[in-house]
């Protein structure tokens, strides 16, 4: 019995050649190629912004070494500098921002997106955005004129009143200080928190929501026991989105936070921050020690920052894995 033999082409070397060439003429290598210098422009805008503020900061790191983190000194006089006092500002401001933010911002969010009427959830966020596109100065503005005064005259002293036993509202009440800039932050961040954490829960699935009305659930309890759960990955990256935003804020901070560069326990005292004492000496700075100094401070703003991210993207990452509920047999 005969046997037949079919006898198939070998692709050859240039088979490769001919994917990569029929890939490029339909456009698909192209778009990749593109895509792809794009997405590592990123990337290198980065290095390279890092690159410089280390090559900017050469000489205090070799003067100061890592005392320039943990030193109290500010004194240009006698070229000597530290950026505790700063950190600590940066970080108190910030959480005073997220401490009030946070709820107001959440809770908003959530009347908008599951309780209003559509209509008037749709007018308040047009207003919310508005919020969010206004210049910082203005908010600056703002702090100065209104919440300054409202500050030194009602609500520091009832404060000292009723919880001056406490370290955290101790001293004078000057109206400038950390508890003023942490206001003021608040009043800020809190419309990308509305904004983000409402697109995210209006993108939870009806399902959800019809599932568990249909178990008896009341619209509060589906709202917070089911899609609020659902939405909180989502939540968490409004809310590090917003102290990203706190974090780097610079005119409104230092207009009302006092640029006094002490560590002091009250809330009620005067301090500074790291983005407000670059903005406010920089362009006095005399001497090169002096300028880097300030360019380290924008380096460790900068790691602080990416520090802060970092960790932020670990809590969501950990949260979402515990929240998925997955049983390994």
Known sequence: MGTTTTTVPSAGPFAGSRSF???????DEIARLLTFLFAASVVLITVLLVYELWQGSALPRHQFGFSFFRTSAWD????????????????????VALLIAVPLGIGAAIFLAELAPLRLSDTLEFF??????????IYGLLGIFIVV???RQVIQPQLKHY?????????????LGFLTAG????IMIIPYIISVSREILLSVPRDQREAAL??????????????????????????FLALARALGETMAVTMVIGNTPIISASL????????????????????????????????????????????ARIMIVVTSKRGTGMVHV
């Open 149 to 151: 005064p409202l500050m």
């Open 183 to 186: 206001v003021v932050l608040a």
């Open 128 to 137: 919310i955005d508005l919020l969010a596109a206004v210049p910082s100065v």
């Open 21 to 27: 060439l029929f890939r490029l003429r339909e456009g």
């Open 76 to 95: 240009p006089v006698f070229d000597q500098f530290g950026a505790l006092p700063f950190i600590y500002g940066t970080l108190v401001t910030s959480a």
């Open 163 to 175: 919880l001056g036993f406490l370290p955290l509202f101790k001293g004078p009440a000057f109206g």
């Open 214 to 239: 249909a178990l008896g659930a009341t619209r509060w309890e589906s709202t917070w026991k089911v899609v609020v759960p659902f939405a909180r990955t989502g939540i968490s990256g409004s809310i």
């Open 268 to 311: 009620l005292s005067p301090g500074d921050s790291i983005a407000s004492v670059i903005a406010s000496q920089f362009k006095e700075a005399t001497g090169e020690l002096y300028t880097q100094s300030l360019i380290e401070l924008g380096l460790v703003l900068f790691l602080l920052t990416f520090i802060l991210n970092g960790l």
